[in-house]
């Protein structure tokens, strides 16, 4: 799937929103400056998230309760052990009543939970995106997806 700009990632992460669920977790990669904070912006805004959207990259977790269902954005870059995690009670958020962002996940892979959809940002230039979406585990194909990825 491709981007041509900050408000096409946006609108992308908007369609999204439409089809997630409770217990959702949706992966996040992509070096800085790649979108992830943009498209994370379009899924709150499809969810009907009313508070601004930020990137948790000093909080590690900030929490929109103001849409349809709960919305959890993580940003692990910053963490020092996976024990942080479970000290914040992470597993009350990954799998649970709202739908989960996490970015900068390969800082703790084993605290995701075995089916998740991965959507990689590759910036292809100064606005383009590239975005490769792939289910990990049993999670299910998305309309959003368009045919084939």
Not at 74 to 89: A, I, Q, V
């Amino acid at each position: 799937m491709i981007s041509n700009s900050a408000e096409e990632t946006r609108r992308l992460g908007a369609r999204l929103a439409e089809e997630l669920q409770a217990g959702d977790v949706i992966v996040l990669e992509g070096p800085l400056g790649a979108g992830k904070s943009e498209l994370a912006r379009g899924i709150a805004g499809g969810l009907g998230v009313r508070e601004t959207v930020t990137s948790p990259s000093f909080t590690i977790l900030n929490v929109y309760e103001s849409g349809r269902i709960p919305l959890y954005h993580f940003d692990w870059y910053r963490l020092e052990s996976p024990g942080e995690l479970y000290e914040m009670g992470m597993e009350e958020y990954l799998g649970g009543d709202g739908a989960a962002l996490v970015e900068w996940a390969g800082r703790c892979p084993e605290a995701l939970p075995a089916d998740f959809l991965m959507i990689e940002l590759i910036p292809e230039g100064e606005e383009r995106r590239n975005l490769r979406i792939r289910r990990h585990g049993h999670f299910r194909k998305l309309k959003w997806e368009g045919p084939e990825t």
